[in-house]
Every structure is written in structure tokens, then in C-alpha cells.
């Protein structure tokens, strides 16, 4: 089941890329010809998000690769480093469209609003199809080529509201005024994006996990005395590890402890347990050990 689920997520991504790569060269033209930012900010926009659907792609087969033993936790963060890679795209793209935005506001060209209207409508429509093949993907990397679709399609959006704007009032300043609000969305996504995957390059406990409910499960295990050194991190399949030393009262019934620790962790959805077992006498005289409430 997973292998058909990874051979479909890789074909859309594929499908995904040859359809953006294909309008971005529309787009560029339909831009250029037309005279508007908001058309050649979201052009540039589907640029980069060739960029990021072939860095998705290429991620997401590296991540396949299996583990040696110079690689002992195989490739699983590629797809972490490309997201982040994405999110750092976002962040220049949101920059240059505000550059241009504001000398575009000084100064508005003349822009031809049926163009917009005709390529904007085409945009959106190929963003849409893109994000239904996308959307339910859960991992990281593919959440963030989301992201720059999601940016286009709103960018799209944009460029229909300006272009009929433009052709019925001939009002021209619309077209940089709302190429503003595509840049802060972008901005928005590129700093969820580094922000999440620098959490977990870093380790960081995820967020959706209570430290405190774990150590209450570990504590509240019969022969467990105590616990310390508790470490929690996501893993790059989006599953939940710990780690822990945990003092018992007795180590001749390790098995048993170690069976009721595995099973109260795994149903709080920690789904890799490492464990390892200390007598009270040797641990505490190397830590300070605080005892469990039982």
C-alpha cells in the first residue's frame, strides 16, 4: 500500500511539474505583452514553483533511498531541506514583488486589462487542478511546493480582480496595490515553512506533543521509580520518537515494565521507543534524580 501511495505522490508531483513548467511560458508572455506587474509577478511565481515542485520531486526519491551504514538514518531529511529551501524562495519572491510594487505604484504603466483577465483565468485553473492533485500530501516537502501553488493561485486571483479593475475603470495603481497582498501572503507561507523546518532539523519537540502527559505515563508505570535524559523529536515520515533513561525499582522485571512503558507511549502516539533501564542505586549517583509521584 505504501509503495503504490509513493509511486502516486511522485506522479503527481510529476504531472504538477510538466503542467506549471508549460504555463509559467504563458504566463510570461501573456505578462510582458499585457504590461502587468500582478501577470509578471505571478509568472515569476509559477517559475519558482517549477523550481520547487522539481526540488519536491527530486527530495522525495532521495528520501526513498535506504539507509547504509554511512547513512544510518537513511535520507529522510532531504525532504525537510528542500522544504526549507522552499521556504527561503518564498521570502526572495515576496521581496522582489514588493520592489517592483512600490516603483510600479509611483509611476503605474499603462496595462492592457483583457490580457489579465484572459491569462489570469487560465492561471488559476491550472493552479486549481495542481492543488487537488496535492492536496492531502502530508509530509513537509510537499506541503511547501503547496504552499507556492497556493501563492499562485492566489497571484492569479489578483490579476483577475486587476485586470477588470483596469478594463472598466481604468484605474492602474489596482495592479500593484494587490501585487502587495500576494507578497504578504508569500511571506506568510515562507516563514511557516522555516520556521517548521528548522523545528525539526533541530530536534525541536513537536508541537503538538505534551512532554509532560509522556513523563505522567512513564511515572505512572508500575516499577518505575523515576525518569531523566526524556528526548522527543519528529521523525522525516511525520511519526513521533522518544528516548529516555528510566530508573526501575527492580531490574529483573524489565521485560514486563518495558512492555506497559511501549504500549502507554504508543497509544499517546509515540510510535519509536527507545528506553533504557537503571537501577536506582547506579543512576542517582551519577544524576539528580526526581523521583515519580506515584
Aim: aromatic share 8%.
Amino acid at each position: 500500500m505504501s509503495g503504490h501511495h509513493g509511486h502516486s505522490h511522485h506522479h503527481h508531483l510529476d504531472m504538477a511539474l510538466g503542467l506549471t513548467a508549460l504555463f509559467a511560458v504563458v504566463e510570461f508572455a501573456g505578462g510582458w505583452i499585457s504590461n502587468s506587474l500582478a501577470l509578471l509577478a505571478d509568472a515569476v511565481h509559477m517559475s519558482s514553483d517549477v523550481v520547487a515542485l522539481g526540488l519536491a520531486a527530486f527530495a522525495g526519491r532521495l528520501a526513498m533511498r535506504p539507509a547504509h551504514s554511512g547513512m544510518t538514518y537513511g535520507y529522510g531529511r532531504a525532504r525537510v531541506l528542500a522544504a526549507q529551501a522552499n521556504g527561503v524562495a518564498l521570502w526572495f519572491l515576496s521581496g522582489w514583488i514588493v520592489w517592483e510594487a512600490f516603483g510600479r505604484l509611483i509611476d503605474p504603466p499603462e496595462v492592457r486589462g483583457w490580457i489579465v483577465i484572459a491569462v489570469g483565468f487560465a492561471g488559476l485553473v491550472v493552479n486549481l487542478v495542481i492543488l487537488k492533485w496535492l492536496h492531502g500530501e502530508h509530509d513537509i516537502n510537499t506541503r511547501a511546493a503547496y504552499w507556492h501553488v497556493l501563492g499562485d493561485a492566489l497571484g492569479s486571483v489578483a490579476a483577475i480582480v486587476a485586470g477588470f479593475v483596469i478594463f472598466f475603470s481604468g484605474w492602474m495603481p489596482i495592479d500593484p496595490i494587490l501585487s502587495f497582498l500576494v507578497a504578504g501572503i508569500l511571506a506568510w507561507g515562507g516563514w511557516n515553512l522555516l520556521r517548521e523546518t528548522t523545528a525539526e532539523l533541530m530536534a525541536a519537540a513537536p508541537s503538538d506533543v505534551d512532554l509532560q502527559r509522556l513523563e505522567n505515563i512513564m511515572c505512572g508505570t508500575e516499577g518505575v521509580d523515576s525518569t531523566h535524559h526524556v528526548h522527543v523529536w519528529k521523525l522525516p515520515d511525520g511519526g513521533r520518537a522518544l528516548s529516555a533513561h528510566v530508573v526501575v525499582e527492580n531490574l529483573l522485571h524489565w521485560d514486563q515494565t518495558l512492555a506497559a512503558l511501549q504500549r502507554g507511549l504508543q497509544e499517546a502516539g509515540v510510535e519509536h521507543v527507545t528506553l533504557q533501564p537503571e537501577s536506582a542505586d547506579e543512576s542517582c549517583n551519577h544524576h539528580c534524580c526526581e523521583p515519580c509521584n506515584h
